[in-house]
């Protein structure tokens, strides 16, 4: 067995033709969906970007102990698995929240790894002294920074190396995978990750696909949305809208270029092809822009999956119902690899659905970002649920590798740790239980001051897909509440979850409004 995984970051299903969308065209997922088995009920897990890679490679939800953080040591991590079978794993990716405290052990989970670098406000060229005038005519007032060591001036100074579309760290990605499967075609037992920090914002595109997309904004570079309500213009928002369309059409060609190296290595007999994303976006639906500060909306949670198997060949260009997450694409790749599936994963294969277009994984599935609602949907409804008061809730970090995103936990917050046992997914280490408190360096980017948006909410997404108008019935709602109440067991929530949202681990649930 050979496996490509291609992951993108940001990608928004909404924008995709082979999910119905006609805002743009994107003629390569087309291709793909033609070849590969297209999931319409596919969601994230725990977001945004590394606890959602946490998912992928442990199989199990880990947004309800921790925010953003690393492969934990008892973590039972995918690749690490393959290892043992002697399958061969590799990382090509741009992402470089892997380069970060926060991010450390995932690339050391492959057999090897390649970086690119230069996405977003990675620190990468040494410009002592740039050239902040011309950044200060050239970006929009909202993008400008002369501060040191910000994301904004990290960014502008990046950019300067990008010139060519062949600078672009996406475009270098794909060039080392088609590289690695020149080089690899007559090998067996390998799995490669493609991964793309594109179309995450900045939405920095080649200059042939921004064109594609013009807009009556007159203006300095417009291409880095705000996490915040939409409160532009007409003209300065479509182009925000536009500069990820441009990108996004940037990664369909992408897309298109790996599939052609696949038609010219005839890899589609024998090789599994897995493409998705960590999250969605919001490009201004429900007046806002990104991610991570209201509610988890269609836009962000639900997201596009394809899969390709060789085994499978006549289900190409179809699709499938059954509900999937993150954390199930985990166990499929080990069980197409013919690899034991750890205990302590919560994730189940998507390969019974492959095969079977009527089989069901799940009855619901939960999601959501640590601090905030935990969200539960069956398919055709979804309730965000959220605590009373998003400040005043208990709410601990469980860990053994106390870092931030960028940063480790300061003293105030390990001052009050404490070494608890007993952990069901722990594997038997004490691990450390450190309260979240507002002193936390990251307690109004990846924690519950993040969250402007508080109200428990239920919709109908069957009959609203646009979640428009939220519901007022108390029946539904409870019996949505026993969903969220099991898949929390199931997914070994601590105590603290069950009392922050008012429901009784215990009995099936209670409902909010009672």
Request: glycine share 6%; hydrophobic share 40%.
């Amino acid at each position: 067995m050979r496996a490509i995984f291609v992951l993108f970051d940001t990608l928004n299903r909404h924008f995709l033709e082979p999910y119905g969308a006609d805002l743009m065209q994107t003629p390569n997922f087309r291709r793909l969906a033609e070849r590969s088995v297209r999931f319409d009920a596919h969601y994230v897990g725990s977001l945004p970007c590394m606890p959602a890679r946490r998912d992928l490679q442990t199989g199990r939800l880990n947004f309800m102990h921790r925010s953003w953080g690393p492969l934990e040591p008892f973590d039972v991590a995918m690749t690490e698995v393959m290892k043992k079978q002697g399958i061969y794993s590799h990382l090509i990716t741009d992402h470089y929240h892997y380069l970060e405290v926060g991010g450390a052990g995932y690339q050391n989970a492959f057999t090897s790894f390649e970086f690119l670098r230069g996405q977003e406000g990675d620190v990468w060229k040494a410009h002592v002294a740039p050239d902040l005038d011309r950044y200060r005519q050239t970006y929009h007032p909202d993008q400008f920074t002369d501060k040191p060591g910000t994301l904004p001036l990290h960014n502008m100074i990046n950019r300067d190396y990008m010139q060519d579309e062949a600078d672009f760290s996406s475009v270098q990605c794909f060039d080392l995978g088609c590289a690695f499967l020149d080089t690899n075609k007559d090998a067996d037992n390998w799995f490669l990750q493609i991964e793309t920090f594109d179309p995450h914002e900045p939405f920095h595109a080649p200059e042939r696909w921004r064109d594609r997309f013009p807009t009556t904004y007159d203006g300095p570079i417009r291409d880095w949305p705000p996490y915040a309500p939409v409160t532009q213009g007409d003209a300065e928002a479509a182009e925000l809208r536009a500069s990820y369309m441009a990108l996004l059409a940037h990664c369909d060609a992408q897309m298109g270029r790996l599939l052609d190296k696949m038609d010219a290595l005839n890899l589609w007999e024998d090789t599994m092809l897995v493409v998705s994303t960590d999250h969605g976006y919001l490009t201004g639906e429900h007046d806002w822009w990104a991610k991570n500060r209201m509610p988890a909306y269609q836009e962000i949670a639900h997201i596009p999956l394809f899969i390709h198997h060789p085994d499978h060949p006549d289900e190409a260009g179809g699709s499938r119902d059954a509900l999937s997450q993150t954390p199930d694409l985990m166990p499929t790749f080990l069980e197409a690899f013919g690899c034991d599936i750890p205990d302590a994963v919560r994730g189940k294969s998507l390969l019974p659905v492959l095969r079977d277009a009527t089989v069901q994984n799940h009855d619901s599935v939960i999601f959501g970002y640590f601090g905030g609602a935990i969200n539960v949907t069956d398919g055709r409804h979804t309730y965000f649920r959220y605590p009373e008061n998003l400040l005043d809730q208990t709410l601990y970090q469980y860990t053994l590798l106390p870092c931030h995103m960028r940063e480790y936990f300061v003293r105030e917050e390990m001052k009050q740790a404490e070494l608890i046992s007993g952990l069901d997914y722990a594997a038997g280490y004490p691990v450390l239980r450190v309260p979240v408190i507002a002193q936390s360096p990251w307690y109004n980017s990846h924690g519950p001051a993040a969250m402007v948006a508080s109200e428990s909410l239920l919709f109908d997404i069957s009959a609203d897909p646009r979640q428009e108008t939220p519901l007022g019935d108390a029946a539904l709602d409870g019996a949505m509440a026993q969903k969220l109440v099991r898949e929390m067991r199931r997914h070994n929530a601590p105590p603290e979850a069950f009392v922050r949202l008012a429901l009784d681990p215990d009995a099936e649930a209670t409902s909010w409004q009672n």
